[in-house]
Every structure is written in C-alpha cells, then in structure tokens.
C-alpha cells in the first residue's frame, strides 16, 4: 500500500508563487509517473503535470510556462512550482502516483495507481 501526503497549500495573491510537494511511502518497489491534478468547485477534474521515472514531463495547456514538475526519485517525491499564480488556478491539488508493488511488477510494466487527499490552493484576485 502507498500513501501520498500533500503539504503546501494555501492562500496566495495572485501574480505570487507556491510550491507543492508530494512524498509516496509505504510499501512498494519503485514509483513510475508520478502527477498533479486539480478540481475547483463545480468543475470536473483536470491534469495539471505528469513527469515519468526518467523526467520526462507533461503539461496542461492552462498550466504550460507557469507551473514546473520535478521529482526526486530517491526521496519518491514529486513537486510542483507554481508561478504567476491566477485566482483560476484556485482549487483542490491532487498528487498522483504510479508504483510497481514488487520488482516482477516493474519488469511487467503493471503500476497501481494511488492519490493522495488534495491540498486546497486559493489565489486571490
């Protein structure tokens, strides 16, 4: 089993920056993508960045030279730098984490997916 825990959150002004983390832990062998999506109120869940194992990331359009992915893979951490923050970027924060449960797993390609609880972000205008 694997929890993701979320600190970071919080109320910003808009133009400022933030900085959310995510540390996988628990049981399991290795981390594969790991990710960020967010839901404001009344509207459906959306990705904000995914970054592979080996770096590679990937970007919501809304998100795509404000926000920054990286991860520390010795640490099973995953981050997210938030700049030129705007009050639509106000929102609950879910990190999300592929992990192999075993090395057979890993050679199988077969991850599970965990998701941590969300951390609200709010970005007033």
């Known amino acids: 089993q694997v929890q993701l825990v979320e600190p970071g959150g919080g109320l910003v002004q808009a133009g400022g920056s933030l900085r959310l983390s995510c540390a996988a832990s628990g049981t399991f062998f290795s981390t594969n993508t790991m990710g960020w999506s967010r839901q404001a109120q009344g509207k459906q869940r959306e990705l904000v960045a995914t970054?592979?194992?080996?770096?590679?990331?990937n970007y919501g359009d809304s998100v795509k030279g404000r926000f920054t992915i990286s991860r520390d893979n010795a640490k099973n951490t995953v981050y997210l730098q938030m700049n030129s923050l705007k009050p639509e970027d106000t929102a609950v924060y879910y990190c999300?984490?592929?992990?192999?449960?075993?090395?057979?797993?890993?050679?199988?390609?077969?991850?599970?997916?965990?998701w941590g609880q969300g951390t609200q972000v709010t970005v007033s205008s």
């Open positions: 970054i592979t194992s080996g770096g590679t990331t």
């Open positions: 999300n984490a592929q992990a192999f449960a075993d090395y057979r797993s890993l050679v199988r390609s077969a991850s599970n997916d965990y």
